[in-house]
T-cell receptor
């Protein structure tokens, strides 16, 4: 079964609204989680690294005020897409690094459609 | 900067054929990890293998095998006797192995494999 869970798996929202995507590590603690974005038929692009208890580290070109990341606990990171626009429609997928080593687990991904 | 290149955008084979997916990488790190993931149409990433840069032994797991050649910076993936269920996008990825990096993954562009009956 999944060890990293994302919710919701699919969401449709209206332009101008904000939407939150959750990433949970189900049976392990993860001090570091990662958020990726994937356009159709394209590769996964790292958006940001989420560190528990501290600010996220964003990749170059990613707007931190638009993609708010919060990692409030060792098992939960959230990505909030603020003032969403149709161009934000994409597949967002998170991963979590297990504390014990270098094993990385991916969530099932979340499809966001902004209409 | 790290880079992963999967030159094959799409590959189409007939069931039972063997198929090799190529992956070439660039990194300045001496220690790193290489990965292969499978992404079926549903979207989730299925972990297939992780290989440490110090371990150049080839690996076989059932119908899957991986050929890691540090001299050519390649980490190719072969599926033997392909099946229709192998149809998916396959991603090769590279990760730094330092604590401070947090193991961020750099992905290749992916190879769409279609196995026809």
């Amino acid at each position: 079964g999944a060890v990293v869970s994302q919710h919701p798996s699919r969401v449709i929202c209206k332009s101008g609204t904000s939407v939150k995507i959750e990433c949970r590590s189900l049976d392990f603690q993860a001090t570091t989680m990662f958020w990726y974005r994937q356009f159709p038929k394209k590769s996964l692009m790292l958006m940001a690294t989420s560190n528990e208890g501290s600010k996220a580290t964003y990749e170059q070109g990613v707007e931190k005020d638009k993609f708010l990341i919060n990692h409030a606990s060792l098992t939960l990171s959230t990505l909030t897409v603020t003032s969403a626009h149709p161009e934000d429609s994409s597949f967002y997928i998170c991963s979590a690094r297990h504390l014990s080593g270098n094993t990385i687990y991916f969530g099932e991904g979340s499809w966001l459609t902004v209409v | 900067a790290q880079k992963v290149t999967q030159a094959q955008t799409e590959i189409s084979v007939v069931e039972k054929e063997d198929v090799t997916l190529d992956c070439v990488y660039e990194t300045r790190d001496t220690t790193y990890y290489l990965f292969w993931y499978k992404q079926p149409p549903s979207g989730e990433l299925v972990f297939l293998i992780r290989r440490n840069s110090f371990d150049e032994q080839n690996e076989i797991s059932g119908r899957y095998s991986w050929n890691f050649q540090k001299s050519t910076s390649s980490f190719n993936f072969t599926i033997t006797a392909s099946q229709v269920v192998d149809s998916a996008v396959y991603f090769c990825a590279l990760s730094e192995a330092t604590e401070t990096s947090g193991s961020r993954l750099t992905f290749g562009e992916g190879t769409q494999l279609t196995v026809n009956p």
